[in-house]
């Protein structure tokens, strides 16, 4: 199946600072990039839809200034933690998907932790 | 609102048949069945997916009912490798915007 690659898989930072998280497609062109976020023992909870080339379309509840989501390109989304706090602290995931798609396989990454102190 | 319902956990032996059930009594027409895990700590994976008919891969066997409201999902040979939480989701996989919404899953816990 596809590859789906995220980096950093775990990252540790001081609260108020900024986390990226890098979301990679590596052997198919990427036109949809979901970002989901698991808390433990929790469900994974869609956060946001990124089309490559255009704004992305964030899920309710979730705040597009503090979680910036870039799909400059077919391979690469970043999302952005800003200025975060301890109860930001949880896993990311990504998954990608590709036009022409026609059915809801997902290829997701291995999920990259964060964990603010 | 939920669209599947799956028991909470459950257990088998490893080598033994786990039958994983879900139950989707308001799935569409045009709404497939998947189903995904996630072992601990990474990031979900794709297992198999089905409209009507019965299917099967080199993972596992995806059992509909005729009346598409429940399904179940066979490891014919369950592992140690194989506990992970197990989601059955349903959608319309309608292109790549088309989003997957996770439930909370079945625990499955593979014992010696």
């Known amino acids: ?117 | 609102d939920a669209k599947t319902t799956q028991p909470t956990s459950m257990d088998c032996a490893e080598g033994r048949a786990a039958n994983l059930p879900c139950n989707h009594s308001t799935i569409s027409g045009n709404e497939y069945v998947y189903w995904y895990r996630q072992i601990h700590s990474q990031g979900p994976q794709y297992i198999i997916h089905g409209l009507k008919n019965n299917e099967t891969n080199e993972m596992a066997s995806l059992i509909i009912t005729e009346d598409r409201k429940s399904s179940t999902l066979i490891l014919p040979h369950a592992t140690l490798r194989d506990t992970a939480v197990y989601y059955c989701i349903v959608n319309a996989g309608d292109g790549a915007n088309s989003k997957l919404t996770f439930g909370k899953g079945i625990t499955l816990s593979v014992r010696p």
């Open chain 1, 1 to 117: 199946g596809a590859v789906v690659s995220q980096h950093p898989s775990w990252v540790i930072c001081k609260s108020g600072t900024s986390v990226k998280i890098e979301c990679r497609s590596l052997d198919f062109q990427a036109t949809t990039m979901f970002w989901y976020r698991q808390f433990p023992k929790q469900s994974l909870m869609l956060m946001a839809t990124s089309n490559e080339g255009s704004k992305a379309t964030y899920e309710q509840g979730v705040e597009k200034d503090k979680f910036l989501i870039n799909h400059a390109s077919l391979t690469l989304s970043t999302l952005t933690v800003t200025s975060a706090h301890p109860e930001d602290s949880s896993f990311y995931i990504c998954s990608a998907s590709f036009s022409g798609r026609v059915t809801g396989e997902l290829f997701f990454g291995e999920g990259s932790r964060l964990t603010v102190l």
